[in-house]
């Protein structure tokens, strides 16, 4: 592995999203992580869609781990555990709260074994507050944030992604970045609180404020932009596509390239706020357009233009996109048993230490051997009685 974490160990006692893809990120960049999973894997690896019998969402949140596998409740693992949380710079963990303490690693006891280790939890309220103990996934973040009561244009919708473990996860990685940089000057260890509630609300634009100082409740726009317009999704003869037209300077170029150039100097569409007064009258106007067009013909009369817009792709139009391509986001990586993988690159791009892919997915227990032997310094006899009394 090389990168601008190379060197920094991970730890990784997460599972489903938000700890592993953190924890993924961080070995892009070259960190060595172990991934800490129960003898026959976590739950995720249960998750369709399979690609020749394995969890293709599995794969997709740990690439360049080695994986182990521990029976926390066995009487060896806390010994165990101790000798991994020694070693490591990083511990990533998205139990409840208190379920580390439980455990017998409550934040007194990982501080008194390694007093430089940066512990981020990640978890569906955070360690604080009235909610911090009940259980959260990313659909009942996005209803709680508000986030779903934006989403839509009837009733309150999902995002199409899992969103809120994502931005958990990016947040994790953010912490964990600061908490490292703060060590390098201190050599001291601390904890990252990450609360997927925090980082949903944290994407809510002006939304909380005006809520807050102005006691502005939003509508749902469905597609459309609330601020400014004509933007939104239009249906061309092949397909839709969304353009941005609502600035002041990229209205009258629109109107250019719709072949209605009057239209910019109508008092109703003269400056965005009259646009969006009359946005249900302006609409209809472009809507016309566009569906005269093809795509490509919209398209490049708006490109023409400068103005800004895009298809409404399928994932599968994404996927097969020059631009992702030139990007390297999507990747081959070659696994053990399973032959070439495609799966998303790192977004992230750095000039001088850029990340890279050197691992596949790891199998359940992959790298017991090599983790326990070689890392560890067990020896061959006593991995193979851990492995037969079910400690591994």
């Known amino acids: 592995m090389s990168g601008p974490l190379t060197g920094i160990k991970v730890l990784d006692l997460s599972r489903f999203i938000a700890g592993p893809f953190c924890a993924q990120m961080l070995g892009d960049m070259g960190a060595e992580v172990i991934k800490v999973e129960r003898p026959g894997g976590e739950d995720a690896r249960h998750h369709e869609p399979f690609y020749k019998g394995a969890s293709v969402y599995t794969m997709i949140f740990n690439r360049n781990k080695r994986a182990i596998t521990l029976s926390t409740r066995h009487k060896e693992a806390r010994a165990i555990l101790e000798k991994l949380v020694r070693r490591s710079d990083v511990l990533v963990e998205n139990f409840r709260p208190g379920t580390l303490a439980e455990m017998g690693f409550g934040y007194e006891r990982l501080h008194e074994l390694n007093p430089r280790l940066v512990i981020t939890s990640i978890s569906g309220f955070g360690q604080t507050g009235p909610l911090a103990q009940r259980a959260l996934f990313d659909a009942i973040a996005q209803a709680m944030s ?113 072949g209605q ?37 919209a398209g490049a009369a708006l490109t023409a233009e400068g103005i800004p817009w895009g298809p409404v792709n399928t994932i599968a139009d994404v996927v097969a996109s020059p631009q992702i391509a030139a990007r390297e986001m999507m990747l081959d990586v070659e696994h053990p048993t399973l032959g070439t993988l495609k799966l998303p690159g790192i977004p992230v791009k750095l000039s001088a230490t850029p990340g890279s892919v050197d691992k596949a997915p790891p199998l359940v227990g992959e790298d017991n051997d090599a983790v326990y032997g070689e890392v560890l310094g067990f020896s061959k006899e006593e991995i193979a009685k851990l492995r037969a009394d079910g400690a591994i």
């Open 261 to 297: 150039p009057d239209l910019a100097r109508d008092p109703r569409y003269a400056d965005v706020r009259d646009r969006m007064k009359n946005i249900e009258a302006l609409e209809p106007i472009v809507g016309a357009w566009v569906a005269g067009c093809t795509v490509e013909e």
């Open 146 to 258: 508000g986030l779903m009561s934006l989403t839509g244009k009837g009733e309150p919708t999902l995002t199409g992604t899992f969103i809120a473990d994502y931005v958990a996860g990016l947040h994790g990685v953010i912490g964990t970045l600061l908490a490292l940089h703060h060590r390098e000057k201190t050599g001291e260890g601390q904890v990252v609180d990450v609360a997927s509630l925090d980082a949903m609300f944290s994407c809510l634009s002006t939304y909380p404020s005006a809520a807050a100082m102005l006691d502005m409740t939003p509508q749902r726009f469905g597609s459309r932009d609330p601020l400014t317009g004509p933007a939104n999704v239009f249906k061309a003869r092949d397909g839709h596509i969304y353009l941005h037209a609502g600035t002041n300077p990229l209205f009258p170029r629109l109107c250019k390239a719709m």
